[in-house]
């Protein structure tokens, strides 16, 4: 499922300073119903539990985003959740690491 693969990969940015807050996963939740897909709470939470206990990098997480998915959107929640609660440099590095990925402008997010 596309949109379990894009909750993961938001988590896991916001997760580089060593913790996920509430207002990064309020935002990550808002941001990803709405210009994702429908997701319920229940479903966000179970892959919340699901990240925690994986053991996966960035760049699984990374290849695992669809190809024919619109990269900007994806950073754009990304970006907007991680700096929810004020961005770590770790969180910062992170996301540079995703626009690279992507050869986007990390500009054109801040």
């Known amino acids: 499922m ?10 896991c940015i916001c997760a580089q300073d060593g913790m996920i807050s ?19 709470k229940e479903l966000f939470d ?4 699901e990240f925690f206990e994986e053991d996966s990098t ?3 997480y ?19 959740s991680a700096t929810s609660d004020g961005l770590d440099i770790r969180e910062n590095i992170a996301f540079d690491k995703a626009c690279k990925f992507w050869q986007k402008d990390i500009s054109s997010f801040v």
């Open 22 to 40: 509430t207002m990064e996963l309020k935002t990550a939740f808002k941001l990803i119903k709405k210009k994702i897909g429908n997701i319920d």
């Open 58 to 60: 960035l760049e699984d």
């Open 46 to 49: 179970s892959l919340i539990v």
């Open 62 to 80: 990374l290849l695992a985003i669809p190809k024919e998915h619109n990269p900007k959107i994806v950073l754009e929640i990304c970006h907007q």
């Open 2 to 11: 596309e949109i379990k693969k894009i909750v993961k990969l938001v988590l």
